[in-house]
Each structure stands twice: as C-alpha cells, then as structure tokens.
C-alpha cells in the first residue's frame, strides 16, 4: 500500500466522521430524538467513498492524496445541509453520488491514458458545442433561465458536460497551435498581436458566449465559458494581451446586451440595488444576503436557523445555507476547502509530464475554479446572480456526474506525472 493512498485512507476516516456528526446534530435539533435508521445514508455514501479510495488503489496509486478527502468533504457538507433543508431528496442525491461514483471509476480504468483523447478533439468541440447551444432550441426555461433539457421527469443541465469537452477540445487544439499563437508578427497602434487569420478561436468564443447571454438568459455560463477560454488562452501563450481583448470584448457585448435585451438588464439591475423590488425580482438575492448576515460568526447552529425563506436554496444558494447556520467559520472553511482543490489542481498543472497534461489539467482546475467564484459571487452580491450550481455541494444531478468526471481526469493526470516523476 502506497503511502499515498494510506494518507488518503486517514482523510475520509476523519471526513466520515464529520458526516456522522453533522446528520446527528440536524436530527437532535430538529426532532429531539437520535433513531439509528439515519445513519443509513451516511453509511451508503461512506461506502462509496471507500468504492473510490480502493479503485485509485488499484489504477491511479500513485495519485494526487488530497483531491478524494476535498472532494468527500465538499459533499458531505452539501449532503447534511440537503438533509436539513429538503429531507426528501438526500436518497435521490446520494444515488446521483454513487451514479458520479461509478463515472470516476470508470474514467479511471478506460481514461488513464488521457493523451487518447487529444486524437478525437474536434469530435468533442462538436458535441461540446451542440450540448452547450442546444438549451437554445429545445431547452426548458427554469427561474428565467433557458439551462435544463427536459426528458419526461428527467431533466439535464448539458453545459455541465460540455464544459468538459470543450476543456479537452482546448487543450489539444492549444498544445497544438499555442506557440503559433505566442508570436507577435501584426503591429497595430504599437501593440504586438498575432495576424488576424489567427484570431478565430478567440472571436467564436465570443459569439458563443453572447449567444448564451442573449438566448439562454445565462450569465453565469456566459461568464464561465468566455473566462475559460481566455485563462486557457493565457496558460498556453503567456500573452496578456490575449486576456486584455478578452475582457474588453466580452464587456461590450455585456453592454451592448443590457441596452438591447430587457432580460440582461434585469438581471443586473437587480445585482446593483435589488431593494428596488425586494418582494419581487430582487428577493432571492435579499433572502441570500440576511441569511449570510445573520449566521455572524459561529452561526446559528444546524437546524436553527430560517435558511428555506430562500427560493431554490438546496441548488443555487446552498453556501447561503450553510453560512446561515454554520456563520463565518464554516464559511469559510468551505471556501478554504475549494482554494485547496484549486491550488492542488494548479500545482498539478505546473508539473505535469506532457503539454497535453498540463492544459488538461489547467483547464478542468480553471472551469471548477470559475464555477465555484461565479456562484458564491452570485449569492454574495459580488457579480450579478447565476444559475450554475456549487460544485459537489448542490443538489443536482448533472453537476455531481461531471465534477466526479472532471475528478476522475484530474486523477489521471496525477498519475502519470508522479509515475513519470519517479521513472525520470
């Protein structure tokens, strides 16, 4: 047994241990009675933690040890604040959990050699983008938002899956013409640039986010894809101008869009002053913030606070939740547990053994790292309010099975870096 895998072993143990803690505080305080049958759930989910600690023991040994204990963390805390606020979905959540459970093994048993999919980037770019545009045309419109496609009963979010493929897409295409792309041969107004056939990548992700503002009434994706694309951009060329016209692109079209489309000027008028209208447009954002400001230091206690005055609380606003009852201590303990994943995958990116690795694993840091801001910036009031949900934490479906996927390709990169490590 590696000692990487024994450190990873000590940090679920202790991890379990808060989720037993957590469903035995929630039920004390709500009920005064402490009946074995809820340790049920936690006992299931504890199992599939040990699914995934034994499947990294048998193909990714020698692994990143953090990434399993972060991201157990991240969902027990999500799953006990889904036990205190909506009881009735803590069975559903932990099947889709043990659903991402099966999607991480199977990634690591047939994607362990990830340089495999640099072969079939345009084959993702396709699907990526049908997935991503596909809201537009057959999408069903949730809280002014066109984000879900709906099956019978079943509905989907495919920009959670998208935003993978298009990761994959990204870093084979700028492994492929990153050092083209680096080269200054156009001068305009004293500022070196890339000939302008060059810029097409640049000007389509553009488009693309725009469509999904305009279209799909989406910021956060908006935001999410555009801000990749350009933090790829940069990994792969070291150009900041490349960031700067980013920037300077996608927020004219962001103000061009609040003067044409009255749903985008909403959405942001009720980011600069939602008392305006608090029992109207602007009460999600309102309910966020007094639950956030009312949670003080220590909080409330799990249980005793008033978190489900907030709509849609168990999906979009579930860090509202936690820092209601949980104050600025676990607060901030679970922004510390998503710096740790990044800082990890980053570390990881800056050590990998091939180019493809690298931006791969840049990439899947990067789209969880942005994920994770435009959200709780959404609740906080920092940015205008989103509707991505809070990686590991929310209750949702798409979102575990394509964060457990992005894990899984994060694991592999991991392993054949410390792999390549000790062989070199």
């Given at each position: 047994m590696t000692s990487e895998r024994n450190q990873e072993f000590l940090g679920l143990f202790l991890v379990i241990t808060l989720l037993l803690f957590g469903f035995a505080l929630v039920t004390l305080t709500l009920t005064r009675e402490l009946p074995q049958e809820i340790f049920a759930l936690p006992g299931a989910l504890a199992a599939l933690f040990f699914f995934g600690h034994l499947a990294m023991r048998l193909w990714v040994p020698k692994s990143d040890p953090f990434f399993l204990p972060i991201?157990?963390?991240?969902?027990?805390?999500?799953?006990?604040?889904?036990?205190?606020?909506?009881?009735?979905?803590?069975?559903?959540?932990?099947?889709?959990?043990?659903v991402g459970t099966f999607a991480l093994i199977t990634t690591l048993m047939f994607f362990r050699n990830y340089n495999e999919l640099e072969n079939y980037k345009y084959i993702f770019a396709i699907f990526g983008?049908?997935?991503?545009?596909?809201p537009i045309f057959v999408g069903k419109e949730v809280h002014g938002a066109k984000l879900w496609l709906k099956f019978g009963s079943f509905s989907f979010q495919p920009s959670e899956v998208a935003k993978i493929l298009i990761v994959i897409f990204l870093?084979?295409?700028?492994?492929?013409?990153?050092?083209l792309l680096s080269l200054s041969r156009w001068k305009r107004w004293k500022i070196s640039l890339p000939e302008p056939k060059h810029w097409g990548p640049l000007l389509t992700m553009w488009l693309i986010s725009l469509?999904?503002?305009?279209?799909?009434?989406?910021?956060?994706?908006?935001?999410l894809f555009f801000g990749l694309f350009l933090g790829m951009l940069y990994i792969a060329t070291g150009r900041v101008t490349y960031v700067l016209i980013g920037l300077g692109l996608f927020l004219a079209g962001a103000a061009s869009c609040y003067y044409l489309f009255p749903h985008v000027a909403t959405r942001v008028d009720v980011w600069i002053d939602p008392w305006?209208?608090?029992?109207?447009?602007?009460?999600?954002?309102?309910?966020?913030l007094f639950a956030i400001s009312s949670g003080g230091l220590a909080g409330s206690g799990l249980g005793k606070g008033f978190p489900q005055t907030i709509p849609a609380v168990h999906t979009d606003f579930i860090f509202s939740a936690l820092a209601e009852e949980t104050g600025f201590f676990g607060a901030a303990g679970v922004i510390v547990l998503y710096l740790l994943l990044t800082y990890r995958g980053l570390r990881l990116s800056l050590s990998a053994s091939d180019g493809f690795g690298k931006l791969l694993a840049s990439g899947l840091t990067t789209v969880f790292g942005l994920q994770t801001l435009v959200i709780i910036g959404g609740v906080t009031k920092a940015i205008p309010l989103t509707g991505v949900t809070l990686p590991f934490m929310s209750y949702g479906g798409s979102s575990i099975l394509s964060n457990f996927i992005l894990l899984g390709l994060l694991l592999a990169v991991s392993q054949k870096t410390a792999a390549g490590g000790e062989s070199g």
């Open positions: 991201v157990s963390c991240l969902i027990s805390l999500g799953l006990i604040m889904i036990y205190r606020l909506k009881p009735e979905l803590v069975l559903v959540q932990v099947l889709w959990i043990g983008l049908l997935l991503l545009l596909s870093a084979a295409y700028l492994k492929e013409k990153g050092e469509a999904i503002l305009i279209f799909q009434k989406d910021l956060g994706s908006s935001l305006v209208d608090v029992a109207g447009r602007g009460y999600q954002i309102v309910q966020s």
